[in-house]
């Protein structure tokens, strides 16, 4: 009898199809059942990651939950379950930290499926600034969108900061250093003033399909977490093009916000053998290379970012980004982060709608960090 097991995926093309059409093929093969079961892309960042192991075997995670997940231990330390050979071989061959960002406190506490951190975005074909100054100009002209809804303001705010070359949760006495912060409030308010009111409601996915439309006129998307699907041909009216991030100055290139997923095993269920050996091929490179990439999925694997037979399917977008992402910046993954982060968001959203107090913003979120991280 197959060894039936489910999973926690979430709700969009790259992120729940990659995973069953996999699993279809490990069926095939091993004799194991995985039933999918996606969450919302809101859910992905917010739901605690406990209550998802005692639901599913197999859970994908945002690198920021480890710190919970290692005080909690809800999820399998992959260690000692899995070779480890097998785990070397992945983190030898990351793109940029992916592997890295969910080892925690000594432990693997998930392997890296889904590799992204934020990129601009363009119509294909189009201009496409590398400068804040020329896209704070292009704003003017009415050709920018930048998905600014809570979620992804806050996202944006940590990558500027991380420009600025004071990240976050850094070596400073405050999590935010305040003049990091302000400078970081002023540069996005310089161009968020020009945007159209509705770039406040948008995420990213909002942003992208809006780019991609046919009767669009925006053109250029400034920091966005990006996505293969829309530039692969076919896949929407009009191809994207994603890129290096505008920078404020040439002398210092990075702070791209790391993103992606970790698939971790849940270690409250019955089935850790069997969910553990699954997430391992699915982790490895000549899946991530063929069906993963092939069924609409942005691997995490460093050998399917260099397969020309991959970069020719996501309509060059490893090649475009490759260097981006290496230089991407992990966010802190100490335990609380994540109440930090997800009060934060309002913060930060309501101060950019505003378009004022600044250093006061930057005082409430240290002042959140106090309350939560530790």
Same mark, same amino acid.
């Given at each position: 009898?197959?060894?039936?097991?489910?999973?926690?995926?979430?709700?969009?093309?790259?992120?729940?199809?990659?995973?069953?059409?996999?699993?279809?093929?490990?069926?095939?093969?091993?004799?194991?059942?995985?039933?999918?079961?996606?969450?919302?892309?809101?859910?992905?960042?917010?739901?605690?990651?406990?209550?998802?192991?005692?639901?599913?075997?197999?859970?994908?995670?945002?690198?920021?939950?480890?710190?919970?997940?290692?005080?909690?231990?809800?999820?399998?330390?992959?260690?000692?379950?899995?070779?480890?050979?097998?785990?070397?071989?992945?983190?030898?061959?990351?793109?940029?930290?992916?592997?890295?960002?969910?080892?925690?406190?000594?432990?693997?506490?998930?392997?890296?499926?889904?590799?992204?951190?934020?990129?601009?975005?363009?119509?294909?074909?189009?201009?496409?600034?590398?400068?804040?100054?020329?896209?704070?100009?292009?704003?003017?002209?009415?050709?920018?969108?930048?998905?600014?809804?809570?979620?992804?303001?806050?996202?944006?705010?940590?990558?500027?900061?991380?420009? $600025?070359?004071?990240? &976050? +949760?850094?070596?400073?006495?405050?999590?935010? /250093?305040?003049?990091?912060?302000? =400078? #970081? !409030?002023? @540069?996005?308010?310089?161009?968020?003033?020009?945007?159209?009111?509705?770039?406040?409601?948008?995420?990213?996915?909002?942003?992208?399909?809006?780019?991609?439309?046919?009767?669009?006129?925006?053109?250029?998307?400034?920091?966005?977490?990006?996505?293969?699907?829309?530039?692969?041909?076919?896949?929407?009216?009009?191809?994207?093009?994603?890129?290096?991030?505008?920078?404020?100055?040439?002398?210092?290139?990075?702070?791209? $916000?790391?993103?992606? &997923? +970790?698939?971790?095993?849940?270690?409250?269920? /019955?089935?850790?053998?069997?969910? =553990? #050996? !699954?997430? @391992?091929?699915?982790?490895?490179?000549?899946?991530?290379?063929?069906?993963?990439?092939?069924?609409?999925?942005?691997?995490?694997?460093?050998?399917?970012?260099?397969?020309?037979?991959?970069?020719?399917?996501?309509?060059?977008?490893?090649?475009?980004?490759?260097?981006?992402?290496?230089?991407?910046?992990?966010?802190?993954?100490?335990?609380?982060?994540?109440?930090?982060?997800?009060?934060?968001?309002?913060?930060?959203?309501?101060?950019?709608?505003? +378009?004022?107090?600044?250093?006061?913003?930057?005082?409430?979120?240290?002042?959140? =960090?106090?309350?939560?991280?530790?």
């Amino acid at each position: 009898m197959a060894v039936r097991l489910r999973g926690s995926s979430w709700a969009h093309v790259r992120g729940h199809e990659p995973l069953v059409e996999a699993s279809a093929a490990y069926a095939r093969a091993h004799d194991v059942e995985i039933e999918w079961v996606p969450r919302t892309l809101t859910e992905f960042g917010v739901l605690d990651i406990g209550d998802l192991a005692r639901q599913f075997d197999l859970v994908v995670i945002d690198h920021p939950h480890v710190g919970t997940v290692a005080a909690s231990r809800t999820l399998v330390p992959l260690e000692e379950v899995l070779p480890k050979d097998a785990l070397e071989d992945l983190d030898a061959d990351s793109p940029g930290r992916s592997e890295q960002s969910y080892r925690y406190d000594g432990h693997q506490w998930a392997l890296a499926i889904d590799a992204a951190c934020q990129v601009s975005a363009r119509r294909a074909g189009s201009s496409l600034p590398t400068a804040w100054a020329d896209v704070a100009d292009a704003a003017r002209d009415g050709v920018v969108l930048w998905p600014l809804n809570p979620v992804d303001s806050q996202a944006s705010f940590l990558t500027v900061c991380a420009q $600025l070359g004071s990240p &976050v +949760g850094g070596a400073s006495g405050d999590f935010v /250093d305040p003049s990091a912060g302000v =400078a #970081a !409030f002023e @540069l996005m308010a310089s161009v968020a003033r020009h945007l159209e009111p509705r770039c406040f409601d948008m995420n990213a996915i909002d942003v992208l399909g809006s780019l991609s439309a046919a009767d669009s006129r925006e053109l250029y998307c400034p920091l966005v977490f990006g996505y293969t699907n829309y530039s692969r041909p076919g896949f929407a009216p009009e191809r994207l093009e994603f890129g290096d991030i505008p920078q404020r100055s040439p002398e210092f290139r990075g702070g791209a $916000l790391l993103g992606g &997923v +970790g698939l971790g095993v849940s270690a409250l269920r /019955d089935h850790i053998d069997e969910a =553990a #050996a !699954f997430a @391992l091929w699915v982790a490895g490179a000549d899946v991530q290379s063929s069906i993963y990439v092939e069924a609409g999925g942005q691997p995490a694997h460093g050998k399917a970012w260099s397969d020309p037979h991959a970069d020719e399917v996501a309509g060059g977008f490893f090649s475009n980004v490759r260097g981006t992402m290496d230089r991407s910046w992990m966010r802190p993954r100490v335990n609380g982060y994540v109440q930090w982060q997800n009060a934060s968001m309002g913060i930060v959203h309501e101060t950019l709608c505003q +378009g004022s107090g600044f250093a006061a913003a930057v005082q409430e979120l240290n002042r959140v =960090a106090r309350d939560t991280c530790r």
